[in-house]
């Protein structure tokens, strides 16, 4: 099964349906580049990270990071910061900062955390989703998250598919047949020093994203005071 025929007739989150250059940048990751150049899980002051988003900016310059996103919980309050920050910043070459988030979904009656990048932030749909805590109800099933996400433009991706009380095996399939478009495939679980993805998972999900047809994203789920560690 591939994404477009996972979404069958509403085709929001086909890859010829989201923001070409962004699917462009996701399918240049890899457990090189990742997460020295492209790092798409950061956490700021906005929701339950420790940097606040100026400083993250910063940091992303010293890193010397291409493409990036701040991905809060319930929130774009530090992507709205963090750009503003940004572009007052006199420095060569600039990364790109892509409005992201992450939202707390129900998949298979279980917690799980869908990140959606690239998406208009003051699209009405995503009212629900911008209130500082996690949604209720039927705003909370995955399927109702990845509909409004591509509503407002996004590229859905299930953030670290190993992380839950229902294994990988079962959550990616079944989110990919709600018409999600990527996983999180480069992810260091445990916390390692030096950030390094997981291999044996990152061969896993790697292999679910390629059966299924999904993007492959990474990140460094920062929520502490260095973007190239997880705390």
């Not at 457990?31 to 020295?36: D, K, R, S, T």
């Not at 790092?39 to 606040?52: E, Y």
């Not at 679910?208 to 460094?220: I, V």
């Amino acid at each position: 099964m591939t994404l477009a025929t996972a979404v069958g007739s509403d085709d929001t989150g086909r890859l010829d349906q989201l923001p070409a250059d962004l699917v462009a940048v996701f399918r240049r990751i890899n457990a090189q580049n990742c997460p020295h150049l492209y790092n798409f899980h950061l956490h700021t002051t906005a929701s339950d990270g420790q940097l606040s988003p100026e400083t993250l900016v910063d940091q992303a310059l010293d890193v010397g990071l291409i493409d990036f996103a701040i991905t809060d919980h319930h929130s774009v309050e530090g992507y709205f910061a963090a750009q503003a920050w940004l572009s007052q910043l006199d420095f060569p070459c600039k990364p790109r900062l892509w409005p992201g988030i992450e939202i707390t979904a129900t998949l298979l009656d279980v917690e799980v955390h869908i990140l959606g990048y690239g998406f208009n932030p003051h699209h009405p749909g995503l009212a629900p989703y911008l209130q500082g805590t996690a949604p209720t109800g039927t705003a909370a099933t995955a399927q109702r998250v990845i509909q409004q996400l591509h509503q407002a433009g996004a590229i859905t991706v299930l953030a670290h598919p190993a992380r839950y009380k229902r294994p990988a095996t079962e959550l990616i399939p079944a989110a990919a047949k709600l018409g999600i478009a990527g996983v999180e495939t480069y992810y260091a679980y445990g916390n390692p020093r030096p950030w390094t993805p997981t291999s044996e998972t990152m061969d896993l999900v790697g292999g679910f994203a390629q059966r299924f047809g999904l993007l492959e994203t990474c990140g460094t789920d920062t929520h502490g005071l260095n973007i190239l560690q997880r705390i």
